[in-house]
T-cell receptor, first 114, second 118 residues
Framework: ETGVTQSPTHLIKTRGQQVTLRCSSQ?????VSWYQQALGQGPQFIFQ???????GRGNFPPRFSGLQFPNYSSELNVNALELDDSALYLC???????????????FGPGTRLT | AQKVTQAQTEISVVEKEDVTLDCVYE???????LFWYKQPPSGELVFLIR??????QNEISGRYSWNFQKSTSSFNFTITASQVVDSAVYFC???????????????FGKGTKLTVNP
């Protein structure tokens, strides 16, 4: 186990609704990245939070938004849900110092959104 | 833009066979990192290996080995003497240049589903 937890495990929503997914980072990690994995596809980067600020965003519309809290846990919010938003949402936590670099990202088990 | 191609969609082998998973990548960066992740049916991505673009030394770790060739932009992964527990989807990933601070953003291939039959 990586120590990264996500809630809920599964979620069923209706088109047009809003959803909030949660991620608790591994202890000591200060960076959280969110990925969307559609069925049969590889994960796609949504955005990353570092020191409580958005730090890079993939090709996702503004209705995908997020937060990172002082304890480095994070939320992913999706407004006006569309059918294509059905996917496995993965969060990954990592530790980075003040400069950029590569750090191993530890993934959580994901939230399945239908 | 970065791109990762895993041409093999599905592979099926019999236990104890060796199997190689192919990965070809595209990037304009001179410094980049390559990764392999394993995703069992439970869904959690399990980190297997990371290599930077300056380290072409291939490695063997137990039953796993990796073949990184910059000349052909390939980063292949081999499982020797496969076992049923190796059945999973395997993803190759490439890191893009990190934003100021923070960790690298990963670009994943579509994955190769490996089934190891008894």
């Amino acid at each position: 186990e990586t120590g990264v937890t996500q809630s809920p495990t599964h979620l069923i929503k209706t088109r047009g609704q809003q959803v909030t997914l949660r991620c608790s980072s591994q202890s000591g990690h200060n960076t959280v990245s969110w990925y969307q994995q559609a069925l049969g596809q590889g994960p796609q980067f949504i955005f990353q939070y570092y020191r409580e600020e958005e730090n890079g965003r993939g090709n996702f519309p503004p209705r995908f938004s997020g937060l990172q809290f002082p304890n480095y846990s994070s939320e992913l919010n999706v407004n006006a849900l569309e059918l294509d938003d059905s996917a496995l949402y993965l969060c990954a936590s990592s530790w980075t110092p003040g400069t950029s670099g590569v750090d191993e990202q530890y993934f959580g088990p994901g939230t399945r959104l239908t | 833009a970065q791109k990762v191609t895993q041409a093999q969609t599905e592979i099926s082998v019999v236990e104890k066979e060796d199997v190689t998973l192919d990965c070809v990548y595209e990037t304009r960066d001179t410094t980049y990192y390559l990764f392999w992740y394993k995703q069992p049916p439970s869904g959690e991505l399990v980190f297997l290996i990371r290599r930077n673009s300056f380290d072409e030394q291939n490695e063997i770790s137990g039953r796993y080995s990796w073949n990184f060739q910059k000349s052909t932009s390939s980063f292949n992964f081999t499982i020797t003497a496969s076992q049923v527990v190796d059945s999973a989807v395997y993803f190759c990933a490439l890191s893009e240049e990190a934003p100021q601070g923070g960790s690298e953003k990963l670009v994943f291939g579509k994955g190769t589903k490996l089934t190891v039959n008894p």
